[in-house]
């Protein structure tokens, strides 16, 4: 089991930033695929952005393309997502997850489904306001 823990939320206004960091467990000899989710209230959960175990491929979310970015520090063992031009239907619980099970050549949908990572953060709030 990855344990993983999220931090960097926050509450900011419409067209503002965030970085969010998830710190992991695992080997550094041994990186997974991870990948960003986030859940508003009374919704399901859903992709964002996901990438590879060393960074060769990522996925985004149509909602977030050109938006947001992901990308990975294998060394610090820790996960990112930059957040610009944010808007308020951005604003939910993110959080990050480990161990995709999914085959290597996976569909974008695929690698953004929640059903398909073993391991998850305990989340962190983005709150964007209008």
């Known amino acids: 089991q990855v344990q993983l823990v999220e931090s960097g939320g926050g509450s900011v206004q419409a067209g503002g930033s965030l970085r969010l960091s998830c710190v992991a467990s695992?080997?550094?000899?041994?990186?997974?695929?991870m990948g960003w989710f986030r859940q508003a209230p009374g919704k399901e959960r859903e992709g964002v952005a996901a990438i590879t175990a060393y960074s060769g491929a990522t996925w985004y979310a149509d909602s977030v393309q050109g938006r947001f970015t992901i990308s990975r520090d294998n060394a610090k063992k820790t996960l990112y997502l930059q957040m610009n031009d944010l808007k308020p239907e951005d604003t939910a619980m993110y959080y990050c997850a480990a161990r995709f099970t999914g085959p290597n050549k996976s569909t974008r949908d695929t690698r953004l489904a929640p059903p398909k990572y073993l391991d998850w953060g305990q989340g962190t709030q983005v709150s964007v306001s209008s």
């Open positions: 695992y080997s550094t000899d041994d990186p997974y695929s």
